[in-house]
């Protein structure tokens, strides 16, 4: 089976931003994997870090077994996220043994740092997993099919600067936006959090409503997903397209009349 990993940077952003994809995918018999590399740890005014990452990793392991997904731990705390060589091997071994044929991870360009450096080390990491003299950590043999890369749309559809991204297609997923909801509402720890540092008030509406206005942006869809195909430099062939091929029957493109 064909399988593609997700890598986010906090418990949550899976389910926010790329779990419709990755439904549609599993209906047509895709494995999932999935990996959040920062702990969780900061994101609570309640929780010491040491209470927070552990009941973000349990809400992380719940949700991911919902999906039928494999689970990978984390790496660092939440804002430590650097992009080191230290890192990337420990990613690369990720990438190493979910052997993907597709990796989907945040927009390049993102509001906050820890999704931007997450993004960072899951594109090199793609890029490294045929690399023999860079081994990964724990070592893991590498393996020399092509990953193709996607950048999920950042958080509000919106660059830092408040610029909208448009995408390069959609993906619908309107007939499992409950599903996606109820995945989301297994990190019930997030609910203060969010309402008090970001003011979402209701963090799985604020997910609806954008989920929303991207399928408002695609002319067709009432709820979609919005991905970006990463140049094939290095990384797979030049017509490689897994992900619109996959998913032909529930994309449009950007430029569709």
């Not at 990452?53 to 990978?72: D, S, V």
């Amino acid at each position: 089976m064909p399988s593609v990993l997700a890598i986010a940077a906090h418990p949550d952003d899976i389910e926010y931003l790329m779990v419709g994809t990755m439904l549609q995918l599993a209906r047509r018999g895709w494995e999932l994997h999935y990996v959040n590399l920062c702990d969780g740890s900061r994101g609570s005014t309640t929780m010491d870090r040491e209470e927070c990452a552990r009941t973000r990793l349990a809400e992380a392991k719940n949700a991911c077994q919902m999906m039928g997904a494999t689970f990978y731990d984390p790496i660092y705390p939440d804002m430590a996220a650097t992009y080191s060589f230290e890192n990337l091997a420990k990613v690369t071994a990720i990438v190493r043994t979910a052997k993907p044929s597709v990796v989907l991870t945040h927009s390049p360009s993102d509001y906050m740092e820890d999704h931007e450096i997450a993004c960072r080390l899951a594109v090199s990491a793609a890029f490294s997993h045929g690399m023999p003299n860079l081994v990964s950590d724990p070592p893991v043999p590498p393996f020399y099919e092509p990953v193709t890369v996607y950048h999920c749309q950042p958080v509000g559809n919106r660059t830092p600067l408040g610029e909208l991204v448009t995408p390069h297609f959609f993906v619908d997923h309107s007939d499992l936006i409950d599903k996606k909801v109820e995945l989301l509402g297994c990190h019930a720890s997030q609910k203060e959090w969010l309402d008090e540092s970001q003011g979402m008030d209701s963090y799985l509406q604020t997910m609806r409503d954008i989920n929303a206005e991207t399928g408002q942006m695609s002319g067709k869809f009432e709820y979609a997903e919005g991905w970006r195909k990463h140049l094939h430099w290095g990384f797979c062939g030049p017509d490689d397209d897994p992900l619109r091929s996959s998913l032909a029957d529930v994309i449009v493109e950007a430029n569709a009349p």
